[in-house]
């Protein structure tokens, strides 16, 4: 452009000198030429000027910068409005988790830094002595990380770890503390955080949330156990407001406009109560106290539920010591609870001995020797593995067996039964298969290997694999009448944008065997803490820790319970088994009352450093159970909610991970079936798009080669005719009832298109 304007402002004035020359006119004549000349240049530069300034309104950019969004800026902005993270509650209402701000002090500098009357606001160099001993005392910052940062070249200096994670009240005690030392340039920065009231509160279960930077908007994000499986529930969705500011930057009262509508994240209500929870911690210390075992777990649930009421491990940590207590020995970010499968050893005697009754293949008053060789592996009893030798009767009844925890007895009933019946069995409980209960990185465990001692083994534990949630998934209908329920984590989930909530009821997933056989494994689990003989949870001592005299060690409320105990073998790293005297999981699964339980509770402890006994878990136990029954009736008041009922839309899930499909839907208090073990679904129950209650059934049929029979207790009739639409089944009903009472192809069997069905309804 002045390389323009030079040669258009140089151009008239040679010609004017060249034409003065040539012509010789006098000086007046000269005078008009120029003045000619200098209006049409004044015409043309004002030509471009106007041609320029109408590019620009026109255009809005000079180069690559917008002018339009620069002018804008000057006197608007906006701003994205951080939506809150929704909270975590207890099953009542007490917060778990919820959105909080921490605290970064910092000091300032900067000599250019001062008030309107001159003031500094800055620390001056002679009260560097001072501002350390208060950084010191203080927060326990080390003097020489103070001095160092005092002595830097920065304008404002922070102080690590120490100078971090302050909380409200804490930074309000350090500001009036620098206030009454009139020590000035010291300041706080607020940093978004998750609150976690409770403490050590099943910690691995619930897991942490932690800031992240998304788009350069801070944002708390789950990394573990509910807070990361329920993120998208939790977080929410910012929104964008624009406002007009003064020549100052400040808003102007009255002109925010709002472009993007704010959407906190929805409420997640957990099953948790918070008084049992709070119980079994301080139950759970005790117990690592007393045993130095390396792992330890427990969790109560509801028997007529499914809800899981408290769950914790050891060892653990808190929100607060989460850098440090991680360091412990045999520490695990995996939640026992669903994350790491194990061998559980002979609480697993329980769905043998149900499988058994259910299929008419054990008389429990015939009796077997005590001697069992299974190709070139011998099964022995506990008895003869710890004293070489018989302390207990050669020759005993089933009943008496089961009482004693006779592997070679539940043994024979495997062999009598044959792998083919067990391993049915096994599918019905849905052994080796996620509960899908919402879990994230839930562990599938694994059925017996494809040999004749793992398939016989299984039968007391041993050469399969399972998590506690699997074990409490199958429990349910040995509790119960036979019907299994899917263990829920999630009370209620409610969506505090338009106060409607989803409010779970139990979920009926089948009925792998009958009330009959169920009642008298109950039976057959009470012998086991009452029978003075063969009982293993029988003390002739007693415990004095628990005022119990000789007689059952598991007493609640002055009731013996219906329990079963375990010592499983652990499977070591180089192969086999470990081999030390007390290299085993112990463990015990207690139901309460025993003719009709209302409670449930499993604890497992590996590895005890201490001489072992069954009081251990018996100290846990009692007490929790008793105070579980104390709070029957607040468990039971809870499952209500007064918020308005709520909606849920049906997506597309053609093609989707039928597993991670399922999760969700949990999620989202939905009850969804997976049909088959196929990678896709291939068509679904519901229409996408569909608005459905809380709790529905959706069937999610996947690519699966195999079209394998679900159990289909309690499904209504239009679920059973989708289902025999999609399989090419031929249904004849009988009863007049709206719900599946039994079906003529067995759950859990391969079915063929064109074969007959025959489904019994009832009410």
């Known amino acids: 452009m002045i390389k323009f304007l030079k040669k258009l402002f140089s151009l008239p004035v040679r010609k004017i000198s060249r034409n003065a020359r040539k012509t010789k006119l006098r000086p007046e004549t000269n005078r008009k030429h120029v003045g000619k000349s200098l209006f049409f240049l004044a015409i043309a530069l004002f030509t471009i000027f106007i041609f320029r300034f109408v590019w620009l309104i026109t255009d809005n950019h000079v180069g690559d910068t917008n002018l339009k969004v620069m002018a804008t800026r000057n006197y608007q902005d906006t701003v994205a409005v951080q939506a809150k993270r929704g909270t975590i509650f207890d099953r009542t209402g007490a917060p778990i988790a919820v959105d909080s701000s921490t605290y970064t002090i910092y000091v300032v500098l900067d000599k250019t830094q001062v008030d309107t009357n001159g003031n500094p606001l800055y620390v001056r160099k002679s009260e560097f002595g001072k501002l350390e001993d208060f950084l010191n005392s203080k927060l326990g910052i080390d003097r020489s990380l103070i001095e160092k940062q005092l002595n830097s070249k920065f304008k404002q200096v922070q102080f690590g770890a120490k100078g971090s994670n302050i909380s409200l009240q804490q930074m309000k005690d350090l500001q009036k503390a620098a206030d009454d030392q009139k020590l000035v340039g010291i300041g706080f920065t607020a940093d978004l955080s998750r609150s976690y009231p409770f403490g050590n509160f099943a910690s691995q279960f619930i897991g942490v949330a932690s800031p992240k930077d998304k788009k350069g908007v801070q944002v708390l994000e789950g990394n573990m156990g509910l807070e990361k499986a329920f993120n998208s529930t939790l977080s929410g969705t910012n929104g964008v407001e624009t406002y007009q500011k003064d020549i100052y930057g400040r808003p102007i009262p009255g002109t925010t406009k709002v472009d993007k509508v704010v959407k906190n994240g929805k409420d997640v209500y957990t099953t948790l109560d918070a008084q049992l929870q709070t119980n079994l911690e301080k139950l759970m210390d005790s117990a690592v106290q007393q045993t130095g075992a390396q792992q330890i777990s427990g969790t109560l649930v509801d028997a007529k539920t499914g809800d899981i009421l408290a769950t914790s491990q050891r060892p653990t940590y808190t929100a607060a010591t989460i850098n440090t207590d991680k360091d412990q020995k045999y520490f695990t970010w995996n939640s026992l609870l669903s994350q790491s499968a194990f061998e559980p050893g002979s609480t697993f005697k329980t769905f043998l001995m149900a499988s058994a009754l259910d299929s008419g293949k054990v008389d429990l008053n015939a009796t077997y020797q005590r001697k069992l060789q299974v190709y070139d592996t011998p099964i022995n009893d506990w008895d003869v593995t710890e004293n070489k030798s018989y302390t207990l009767p050669e020759t005993v009844t089933y009943a008496q067996g089961f009482a004693m925890s006779s592997n070679i007895g539940m043994s024979r009933i495997e062999m009598d039964m044959g792998y ?315 009863g007049s009832g709206n719900q599946v009472e039994s079906q003529s192809l067995a759950a859990a069997t391969n079915v063929k298109k064109g074969q007959s069905l025959t489904v019994k309804l009832g009410s």
Not at 511 to 523: D, G, H, I, L, T
């Open 420 to 734: 083919n019946l067990w391993e049915g069995y096994l599918n019905k409980f849905k052994f080796g298969l996620k509960t899908r209960a919402g879990l994230d990185g839930e562990n599938p465990g694994a059925l017996p290997a494809d040999n004749g001692v793992s398939q016989i083994q299984s039968a007391f534990g041993q050469g399969v694999a399972v998590t506690p949630i699997q074990l409490i998934r199958a429990w349910t209908s040995v509790a119960g009448n036979g019907t299994m329920l899917e263990p829920h984590i999630v009370n209620k989930v409610v969506d505090p944008n338009n106060n409607t909530s989803l409010v779970a009821q139990p979920e009926v997933i089948g009925r792998p065997v009958s009330n009959s056989s169920v009642e008298e494994v109950r039976k057959l689990m009470l012998t086991v803490n009452t029978d003075p003989v063969y009982g293993t949870s029988y003390s002739s001592s007693g415990d004095p820790d628990q005022n119990l005299g000789p007689g059952p060690l598991f007493m609640v409320n002055g009731q013996p319970a219906a329990v079963k105990t375990g010592t499983a073998q652990i499977a070591a790293k180089t192969g086999g088994y470990m081999t030390g005297a007390q290299d085993y999981l112990y463990s015990a699964v207690v139901m309460y009352p025993a003719d009709k339980p209302e409670f449930i509770f499993y604890m497992t402890v590996k590895i005890p450093s201490e001489p072992w006994t069954l009081k251990y878990i018996a100290r846990v136990a009692n007490p929790l159970l008793t105070r579980a029954e104390s709070l029957k009736d607040e468990i039971d008041a809870s499952r209500t909610s007064e918020d308005k009922a709520g909606k849920v839309t049906v997506e597309n899930y053609k093609d989707a991970d039928p597993g991670n499909t399922a999760d969700s839907l949990r999620r989202t208090v939905l009850s969804p079936v997976i049909l088959g073990t196929g990678a896709k679904v291939t068509a679904q129950s519901i229409a996408a798009g569909e608005k459905v209650a809380a709790n529905t059934r959706i069937l999610l049929l996947t690519n699966d080669k195999d079209q394998v029979m679900p159990d289909m207790y309690e499904w209504s009739k239009a679920e059973v005719e989708q289902l025999a639409n999609w399989y090419g089944l031929k249904v004849t009903y009988e």
